[in-house]
T-cell receptor
Framework: DAGVTQSPTHLIKTRGQQVTLRCSPK?????VSWYQQALGQGPQFIFQ???????QRGNFPDRFSGHQFPNYSSELNVNALLLGDSALYLCASSLTGGGGYEQYFGPGTRLTVT | RKEVEQDPGPFNVPEGATVAFNCTYS??????FFWYRQDCRKEPKLLMS???SGNEDGRFTAQLNRASQYISLLIRDSKLSDSATYLC????????????FGPGTRLSVLP
């Protein structure tokens, strides 16, 4: 049973560039959430995708956008990168209507903006 | 006030000790609660859900006090492998869409 996978594992970008991160949810899950985790802090909710639509969004600017595909996988796009975007980006999957709200996390993508 | 706050830590305890973490939340309408553990430079992993009646899983006991809006995690007979950051998570909406994490409390279990 495949868990949540993310790619790439590490990425280095320059200020002003754009980046795309990818996530495949755990088998049987249909909902994907994205989080940003800065060093020494808890993860911060970016947004959640369900049925290929953004269902809820946290307090992040429009530079952060996403997409969910029919196979439930998802992408996170960040435009016009800032130094402050350097963080661990975590994807979590869950099953809407599955009776519980547990989310399972992928290993994350560590983004460094220089 | 932050939505979810935790003991600042770090906690340094000897093997075999009992340690307790506390977490408070500000939204009285919060619906669901979890504890996750996160090892250094790894992803958070679900440790346990927290139910109104409290729940226990081996050496770990989680309790919820809705009236005081706090959650606790008790670890008994701590092991070296328990060393990690413990994250309190609160769901603040009715649909399970918005996980709000606390900042985490770091635990180091010493030999």
């Amino acid at each position: 049973d495949a868990g949540v996978t993310q790619s790439p594992t590490h990425l280095i970008k320059t200020r002003g560039q754009q980046v795309t991160l990818r996530c495949s949810p755990k088998s049987g899950h249909d909902t994907v959430s994205w989080y940003q985790q800065a060093l020494g802090q808890g993860p911060q909710f970016i947004f959640q995708y369900y049925e290929e639509e953004e269902r809820q969004r946290g307090n992040f600017p429009d530079r952060f956008s996403g997409h969910q595909f029919p196979n439930y996988s998802s992408e996170l796009n960040v435009n016009a990168l800032l130094l402050g975007d350097s963080a661990l980006y975590l994807c979590a999957s869950s099953l809407t209507g599955g009776g519980g709200y547990e989310q399972y996390f992928g290993p994350g993508t560590r983004l460094t903006v220089t | 006030r932050k939505e979810v706050e935790q003991d600042p830590g770090p906690f340094n305890v000897p093997e075999g000790a009992t340690v307790a973490f506390n977490c408070t939340y500000s939204n009285s309408a919060s619906q669901s609660f979890f504890w996750y553990r996160q090892d250094c430079r790894k992803e958070p992993k679900l440790l346990m859900s927290v139910y109104s009646s409290g729940n226990e899983d081996g050496r770990f006991t989680a309790q919820l006090n809705r009236a005081s809006q706090y959650i606790s995690l008790l670890i008994r007979d701590s092991k070296l492998s328990d060393s990690a950051t413990y994250l309190c998570v609160v769901i603040v909406d009715n649909y399970g869409q918005n996980f709000v994490f606390g900042p985490g409390t770091r635990l180091s279990v010493l030999p």
